[in-house]
C-alpha cells in the first residue's frame, strides 16, 4: 500500500470444486512488527491493489 505503513497479503488456493482467496492487510507497529487490520475475501483487493505491487510467491506452496 504505497505511502502506508501497511501491506496486503493475497492468498490464492483451489480445491477440486472450486479456486478460492483471501487477502490479509496488515499494518506496522510501533515495535516495527506487524499485526493484522482485517482478513476478508480478497475479491476488493484486486480492483485496488496495482498489478505492478503484487508479487507472486517464489516456490509453490502446498498442503500436501
Known amino acids: 500500500m504505497p505511502g502506508e505503513k501497511a501491506i496486503w497479503i493475497y492468498l490464492v488456493g483451489q480445491n477440486s470444486e472450486a479456486q478460492f482467496q483471501y487477502r490479509l492487510t496488515m499494518e ?33 506452496i502446498s498442503t500436501h
Open 28 to 60: 506496522m507497529t510501533e515495535n516495527s512488527d506487524y499485526k493484522v487490520l482485517t482478513f476478508d475475501s480478497g475479491v476488493v483487493g484486486r480492483m485496488f491493489s496495482p498489478l505492478s505491487e503484487k508479487q507472486p510467491f517464489k516456490t509453490t
